[in-house]
């Protein structure tokens, strides 16, 4: 097999725009990135390692990147190594105080490190008898969710009433802040005589012990000299401690981050440490990343226009974004009935979108609160459209995926063959995967989505230069991290839960005031956290978003729903009075209102062609899939057929630029694959 090019300094600093090109130049010193949503900020901060390493700037173990999920992780680990670049740890925050810990516990403690409990109900359902406060179910959930914020935040239980209060934090429902900062103390006492420890507890007694103990201080920071911190808006003053401990007096450090995307406040997140990082570091280095390469100018501009008109807006940096994209479809307005006809009109529109070519799993509908998800997965459901919804079942922890993981195992340390992918294939094959999709929907679809998936990602590993060994290593570290790879269905989450994530197509259901902000959004503060969320939702689409939201919980309804205040002044003609069954945006520049080219006729063979081709491009190139060529512009196309330059350059969306660096290669697909084509 052979080796995969490894890029030159030159090629890595050739693969960035400008600004981020400063980001990774700047090797030194503090350096603080605002990074707008969809501007290259995980490309630009991989490069940066990579260029450091390959000029000799770092040496890669001296590197620690943190990050907040386990999949943004596990996307830097991966572009890393597509750069050569190995050693480097790239973890969440608690993954990596989790390894020092247990590092560290034999000699600062002895003995094993204690348990770690990953839920509380039981330890809060204990601490709550102790003092005597009754609980159900709910309001175990809203407690343990309040001693998570105390103790993020660091606060001793003699300091929460007073903390809880200057915060405007309302108290959970059926106590009082006096009862939850006794239950604090009870908590603490029940979780020690249980011997284990929470979440929480890594970091505390990481930062703690780093804090106390120079010589482990001095250990840690001779190993780790070099710091990343991902999403830096949504540090905690927990993980901002234990990045101070791993400082130490260094100044060795580079954060990234967006205050509009601040969204994480009832957790503990703050801005803070990235609004003061100035402040802090008077010679800091300040970059902004602004050049959006994921959403189009219409997508951008609504969610630019959304930020604009906060009243907060002097208080929380702006970015103001600028699409790098094409012009796209221009963003949907929909208003339903009650909340019945909107869920079946979502799903009528996405089995729309997913019939004129679009794969199921370029679709995202993203709702408020997780309460809303069931009625849209039903939906789904019956048009014949699978689901995935974010935060629900694991996707290692599937017994069909296990069991193939076990056999690949098992393959790897017997050293089976030299064709890895045809080991993958048959260890796959052995637990129900198929060379045909199954026909009908339900669980039987959903395991052969699952397999496919992690048998799509094997061959990924491979085309990447890993052998057998390698590919069950990778598979096995992004199962520990949760690092799950692509299902081809239509994603289902909260708005909180698609902050990361990026699809093609994106729906905005029930955007209406009491949900978009939510009722309980009753201060400024909150309510301009509820505008953040919402621009999080508008910016994870990248060719295509609809908005909708409906004007009555059931059609008998006497209550009439408003549209979201954020949205009304964004409505087109101003938010409709009056009820209607659906209203739509109207199509323009020859595109209808799900994003299609014309009304032609799309060849699946040519779309399906191309975007085999778009894979092989952008892996060829380190790129995004959607770099290359969107979905949209591949649909227009699949469509048009063209069969010279003047008709290629004539495509909408496909521009000069494309046409010169792989104009020649898109002729010869569409003419071998294509019914015919037009001159």
């Given at each position: 097999?052979?080796?995969?090019?490894?890029?030159?300094?030159d090629?890595i600093?050739d693969?960035?725009?400008?600004?981020?090109?400063?980001?990774?130049?700047?090797?030194?010193?503090?350096?603080?990135?605002?990074a707008?949503?969809?501007?290259?900020?995980?490309?630009?901060?991989?490069?940066?390692?990579?260029?450091?390493?390959?000029?000799g700037?770092?040496?890669?173990?001296?590197?620690?990147?943190?990050?907040?999920?386990?999949?943004?992780?596990?996307?830097?680990?991966a572009?890393?190594?597509?750069?050569g670049?190995?050693?480097?740890?790239?973890?969440?925050?608690?993954?990596?105080?989790?390894?020092?810990?247990?590092?560290?516990?034999?000699?600062?403690?002895?003995?094993?490190?204690?348990?770690?409990v990953?839920?509380?109900?039981?330890l809060?359902?204990?601490?709550?008898?102790?003092?005597g406060?009754?609980?159900d179910?709910?309001?175990v959930?809203?407690?343990?969710?309040?001693?998570?914020?105390?103790?993020?935040?660091?606060?001793?239980?003699?300091?929460?009433?007073?903390?809880?209060?200057?915060?405007?934090?309302a108290?959970?429902?059926?106590?009082?802040?006096?009862?939850?900062?006794?239950?604090?103390?009870?908590?603490?006492e029940?979780?020690?005589?249980?011997?284990?420890?929470?979440?929480?507890?890594?970091?505390?007694?990481?930062?703690?012990?780093l804090?106390?103990?120079?010589?482990?201080?001095?250990q840690?920071?001779?190993?780790y000299?070099?710091?990343?911190?991902?999403?830096?808006?949504?540090?905690?003053?927990?993980?901002?401690?234990?990045?101070?401990?791993?400082?130490g007096?260094?100044?060795?450090?580079?954060?990234?981050?967006?205050?509009?995307?601040?969204?994480?406040?009832?957790?503990?997140?703050?801005?803070?440490?990235?609004?003061?990082?100035?402040?802090?570091?008077?010679?800091?280095?300040t970059?902004?990343?602004?050049?959006?390469?994921?959403?189009?100018?219409?997508?951008?501009?609504?969610?630019?226009?959304?930020?604009a008109?906060?009243?907060?807006?002097?208080?929380?940096?702006?970015?103001?974004?600028?699409s790098q994209?094409?012009?796209?479809?221009?963003?949907?307005?929909?208003?339903?009935?009650?909340?019945?006809?909107?869920?079946?009109?979502?799903?009528?529109?996405?089995?729309?979108?997913?019939?004129?070519?679009?794969?199921?799993?370029?679709?995202?509908?993203?709702?408020?609160?997780?309460?809303?998800?069931e009625?849209y997965?039903?939906?789904?459901?019956?048009?014949?459209?699978?689901?995935?919804?974010?935060?629900?079942?694991?996707?290692?922890?599937?017994?069909?995926?296990?069991?193939?993981?076990?056999?690949?195992?098992?393959?790897?340390?017997?050293?089976?063959?030299?064709?890895?992918?045809?080991?993958?294939?048959?260890?796959?094959?052995?637990?129900?995967?198929?060379?045909?999709?199954?026909?009908t929907?339900?669980a039987?679809?959903?395991?052969?989505?699952?397999?496919?998936?992690?048998?799509?990602?094997c061959?990924?590993?491979?085309?990447?230069?890993?052998?057998?060994?390698q590919?069950?290593?990778?598979?096995q570290?992004?199962?520990?991290?949760?690092h799950?790879?692509?299902v081809?269905?239509?994603?289902?989450?909260?708005?909180?839960?698609?902050?990361?994530?990026?699809?093609?197509?994106?729906?905005?259901?029930?955007m209406?005031?009491?949900?978009?902000?939510?009722?309980l959004a009753?201060?400024?503060?909150?309510?301009?956290?509820?505008?953040?969320?919402?621009y999080?939702?508008?910016?994870?689409?990248?060719?295509?978003?609809?908005?909708?939201?409906?004007?009555?919980?059931s059609?008998?309804?006497?209550?009439?729903?408003?549209?979201?205040?954020?949205?009304?002044?964004?409505?087109?003609?101003?938010?409709?009075?009056?009820?209607s069954?659906?209203?739509?945006?109207?199509?323009?520049d020859?595109?209808?209102?799900?994003?299609?080219?014309?009304?032609?006729?799309?060849?699946?063979?040519?779309?399906?062609?191309?975007?085999?081709?778009?894979?092989?491009?952008?892996?060829?190139?380190?790129?995004?899939?959607?770099?290359?060529?969107?979905?949209?512009v591949?649909?227009?196309?699949?469509t048009?057929?063209?069969?010279?330059?003047?008709?290629?350059?004539?495509?909408?969306?496909?521009?000069?630029?494309?046409?010169?660096?792989?104009?020649?290669?898109?002729?010869?697909?569409?003419?071998?694959?294509?019914?015919?084509?037009?001159?």
């Amino acid at each position: 097999m052979t080796a995969p090019h490894l890029p030159t300094a030159d090629e890595i600093l050739d693969a960035l725009d400008p600004d981020q090109r400063a980001v990774a130049t700047t090797l030194s010193g503090p350096v603080c990135v605002l990074a707008g949503a969809g501007t290259g900020k995980t490309r630009a901060i991989t490069h940066r390692i990579a260029y450091g390493v390959r000029t000799g700037h770092y040496a890669p173990t001296s590197v620690l990147a943190v990050t907040f999920t386990a999949r943004a992780a596990g996307e830097m680990r991966a572009r890393l190594a597509q750069l050569g670049v190995v050693g480097v740890q790239a973890r969440t925050f608690h993954a990596a105080a989790l390894k020092q810990l247990s590092y560290f516990w034999p000699r600062v403690v002895g003995g094993a490190p204690p348990t770690i409990v990953e839920h509380k109900a039981r330890l809060v359902a204990l601490a709550a008898t102790r003092v005597g406060v009754e609980v159900d179910r709910v309001a175990v959930r809203d407690l343990a969710s309040e001693i998570e914020w105390a103790k993020v935040t660091m606060l001793a239980p003699q300091d929460y009433v007073t903390a809880a209060q200057a915060t405007g934090r309302a108290a959970p429902a059926g106590s009082d802040f006096r009862d939850v900062a006794r239950l604090l103390d009870a908590y603490e006492e029940v979780k020690e005589l249980a011997g284990v420890i929470d979440f929480e507890d890594v970091l505390l007694l990481l930062g703690g012990m780093l804090h106390d103990r120079p010589d482990v201080a001095r250990q840690v920071r001779d190993q780790y000299r070099r710091f990343v911190v991902d999403e830096y808006q949504d540090v905690s003053p927990l993980q901002q401690f234990v990045l101070d401990q791993w400082l130490g007096q260094r100044r060795e450090v580079c954060v990234v981050g967006d205050p509009s995307q601040t969204i994480y406040s009832f957790t503990g997140a703050t801005p803070h440490h990235l609004l003061n990082f100035g402040a802090r570091y008077h010679d800091a280095t300040t970059i902004r990343l602004v050049r959006d390469y994921r959403s189009s100018p219409q997508i951008v501009h609504v969610a630019n226009t959304l930020l604009a008109s906060a009243t907060d807006r002097d208080k929380v940096p702006v970015l103001e974004l600028v699409s790098q994209r094409e012009p796209g479809p221009e963003v949907g307005f929909e208003v339903y009935e009650d909340d019945v006809a909107e869920a079946q009109g979502v799903a009528r529109h996405v089995k729309e979108l997913v019939d004129a070519g679009a794969a199921a799993s370029d679709v995202a509908v993203l709702v408020r609160t997780n309460a809303q998800l069931e009625q849209y997965e039903e939906a789904l459901s019956a048009v014949g459209l699978s689901t995935q919804v974010r935060g629900g079942e694991r996707f290692f922890s599937r017994k069909d995926v296990r069991s193939a993981v076990v056999l690949l195992q098992g393959a790897a340390k017997a050293g089976t063959g030299d064709d890895a992918i045809s080991v993958i294939d048959d260890c796959v094959r052995s637990v129900g995967w198929s060379n045909d999709p199954p026909q009908t929907r339900g669980a039987v679809r959903d395991r052969w989505e699952a397999l496919d998936a992690l048998r799509r990602l094997c061959h990924e590993l491979v085309s990447q230069g890993n052998d057998l060994a390698q590919v069950v290593a990778e598979i096995q570290e992004r199962a520990r991290h949760h690092h799950a790879p692509t299902v081809d269905s239509v994603t289902l989450a909260s708005l909180h839960a698609a902050k990361g994530l990026e699809w093609p197509i994106v729906h905005l259901a029930g955007m209406s005031e009491g949900l978009m902000p939510i009722s309980l959004a009753a201060t400024p503060t909150a309510i301009a956290e509820e505008r953040r969320l919402l621009y999080v939702g508008m910016t994870r689409a990248q060719e295509l978003l609809t908005l909708s939201y409906s004007q009555s919980r059931s059609g008998t309804s006497r209550s009439v729903r408003q549209v979201s205040r954020f949205l009304a002044p964004l409505w087109p003609g101003g938010a409709p009075a009056s009820r209607s069954r659906t209203q739509r945006a109207v199509p323009r520049d020859g595109f209808d209102s799900f994003g299609r080219a014309g009304a032609q006729e799309m060849d699946r063979a040519v779309f399906e062609a191309l975007k085999a081709w778009r894979t092989q491009v952008a892996t060829r190139h380190d790129m995004a899939d959607h770099a290359v060529l969107s979905t949209s512009v591949m649909r227009a196309l699949a469509t048009a057929r063209p069969g010279n330059r003047d008709a290629l350059v004539a495509v909408r969306g496909m521009g000069q630029q494309r046409v010169v660096m792989w104009g020649e290669e898109i002729l010869e697909v569409i003419q071998k694959y294509g019914s015919h084509t037009t001159s």
